[in-house]
């Protein structure tokens, strides 16, 4: 479903993402995974063209899609999440999933009131994840957890084919993990394609179907958990450092 060919984003004389080639296959969740600093946001950045690639070419079921721009891409059904959530302070959850969602692209951050059937779709999304009671708090009296599954809502008001989620995890307690971890599969249950980068590696071990492993720009392995677990490149360059970490 979605190809990234020889993806390069260089800053200067640094290659964030130096050439990176991988696949996401339609229906499947693959996880992005590498030490800090290997270009994993970079190579999201550049998919959902927040920034503009240096080089490469990225597709989505057969299209070319690496000169679009983002608002394009998401009606394309490619849509993401951020890893510092973007709510806005001085408005409802509601009204926060709608307006992210316009921002995302689907009728422009200009587009006039909120429409009820907008109101309608962002309430079934707040209910299929759980979250109604929250519905109408002021974004500034969520706390961080609550504020990931407000992203988690906006992302889906865009009706995507394929989610990239940067970090879903990061930062939350073990009880809305698993929470999050059952939205995910839930979504991937009913067809929903996830490419997700995330540093838990229970999680990622747990949920994915397949792993690339980046390190410095580049993709070092890929394939099933098995696969990327067994693999001494892998190991040496980022695994064994933080399986051994979990295990402690
Ligand atoms: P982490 O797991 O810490 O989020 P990452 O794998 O997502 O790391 P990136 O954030 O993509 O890595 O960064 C890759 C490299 O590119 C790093 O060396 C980073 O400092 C550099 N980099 C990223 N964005 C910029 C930028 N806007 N300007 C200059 N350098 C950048």
Redesign the pocket.
């Known amino acids: 479903m979605l190809e990234v060919k020889n993806l390069c984003k260089y800053?200067g004389g640094?290659k964030?993402v130096d050439g990176a080639t991988f696949e996401v296959e339609k229906g499947s969740i693959t996880a992005l995974i590498?030490p800090?600093?290997?270009?994993?946001?970079?190579a999201f950045n550049c998919i959902s063209r927040t920034v503009t690639p240096t080089s490469g070419e990225v597709w989505l079921d057969g299209e070319r899609i690496d000169h679009l721009r983002p608002h394009k891409i998401t009606g394309k059904g490619l849509t993401r999440t951020f890893q510092i959530s973007r709510s806005l302070a001085d408005m409802t959850v509601v009204e926060n999933v709608i307006v992210q969602s316009k921002v995302n692209g689907i009728r422009g951050l200009f587009s006039p009131a909120i429409t009820a059937e907008e109101k309608d779709k962002a309430m079934a999304i707040l209910d299929f994840l759980g979250i109604t009671r929250i519905a109408y708090e002021d974004g500034y009296n969520l706390s961080y957890g609550q504020k990931k599954l407000m992203d988690f809502a906006a992302l889906l008001m865009s009706d995507p084919k394929i989610i990239l989620l940067d970090e879903p995890a990061g930062g939350v307690n073990p009880s809305l993990m698993e929470e999050i971890v059952g939205h995910i599969q839930a979504l991937n249950e009913k067809g929903m394609t996830v490419l997700i980068v995330e540093?838990n590696m229970d999680l990622i071990m747990r949920l994915s179907h397949k792993i690339v492993v980046?390190g410095q720009g580049k993709v070092i392995c890929a394939g099933t958990p098995e696969i990327v677990r067994n693999d001494p490149a892998v190991l040496d360059a980022y695994l064994g450092g933080v399986l051994e970490a979990e295990a402690a």
């Not at 800090?36 to 970079?42: I, L, M, V």
């Open positions: 800053y640094i964030a590498g800090n600093g290997a270009g994993k946001t970079t540093h980046m």
